[in-house]
């Protein structure tokens, strides 16, 4: 390699050093994949749900547990399995408590997927999908230990 290219690699190297990382301009657009820091997993979701009931029922969730559609919980792709997250439909304005126990929605205009005893609580059964508000309440990473039972 001649020196003049072993200048230009070691300009490109501190450049790239230099630049500042990639981040959304604005407000991340509904539906966008959201990262799992922090700072993130704190901040108030918008964008299009989806549920999942008879399909799914009895299949192990990515936590290990058994899908149970009566049950109020969800699958999210990034926030920490057991987060409890407050799902409110923007249509009708009811809200639920759900649980994360699993990975999804695996479409990319969609934010959450909830279970069919959400999906009735939140007034969306026949709707099939629906705009949301996902407001974080207690990320699992977050969460005391749960005390040990009595002996």
Not at 37 to 44: G, L
Request: hydrophobic residues 45%; glycine residues 10%.
């Amino acid at each position: 390699m001649t020196r003049a290219a072993l200048v230009v690699a070691a300009l490109a190297i501190v450049a790239a050093g230099c630049a500042r990382p990639a981040g959304p301009a604005g407000p991340a657009r509904p539906g966008a994949k959201v990262p799992a820091t922090p700072s993130d997993r704190a901040r108030v979701q918008m964008g299009t749900a989806s549920w999942y009931g008879d399909v799914h029922q009895g299949k192990k969730t990515a936590s290990g547990e058994v899908y149970d559609m009566a049950k109020l919980t969800a699958a999210h792709r990034t926030l920490p399995l057991g987060t409890r997250v407050r799902v409110t439909n923007v249509a009708n304005g009811r809200s639920v408590v759900v649980r994360i126990n699993d990975r999804g929605p695996f479409v990319d205009d969609r934010i959450i997927d909830v279970s069919r005893a959400a999906a009735r609580a939140l007034g969306a059964i026949g709707a099939g999908l629906f705009t949301v508000r996902v407001e974080v309440l207690a990320d699992a990473a977050t969460e005391s230990p749960p005390a040990a039972a009595p002996r």
